[in-house]
Nanobody, 122 residues
Framework: QVQLVESGGGLVQAGGSLRLSCAAS????????MGWFRQPPGKEREFVAT????????YYADSVKGRFTISRDNAKNTVYLQMNSLKPEDTAVYTCAAGWPVVPKSSSYEYWGQGTQVTVSS
């Protein structure tokens, strides 16, 4: 049973930083693509970043490029999203996903976490 558990969300002032974690269990994830998505209040879910576990290749949404960094810790089976220079418009529920999407920025991942709330105050 694959399980993805996010943590690290919270309330932060604009310009601040947070690091989200996604602890993955139940499988060996070396062949997986891992993704971070977010859903702002009243809006649809949107792509944030993706990482190919075995190669470390990453891809970012334009809105977060240069501010957010996705990374992994093989020993801990954990994927991180380091978020710097946060803006009020980054406020959302952030969710991690795992799978083999044909298009990594699409929502076609097999497994999803429950999400963690990030609120950025102005």
């Amino acid at each position: 049973q694959v399980q993805l558990v996010e943590s690290g969300g919270g309330l932060v002032q604009a310009g601040g930083s947070l690091r989200l974690s996604c602890a993955a269990s139940g499988r060996t994830f070396s062949s997986y693509t891992m993704g971070w998505f977010r859903q702002p209040p009243g809006k649809e879910r949107e792509f944030v970043a993706t990482l190919r576990w075995n190669t470390g290749n990453t891809y970012y949404a334009d809105s977060v490029k240069g501010r957010f960094t996705i990374s992994r810790d093989n020993a801990k089976n954990t994927v991180y999203l380091q978020m710097n220079s946060l803006k009020p418009e980054d406020t959302a529920v952030y969710t991690c996903a795992a799978g083999w999407p044909v298009v990594p920025k699409s929502s076609s991942y097999e497994y999803w976490g429950q999400g963690t709330q990030v609120t950025v105050s102005s």
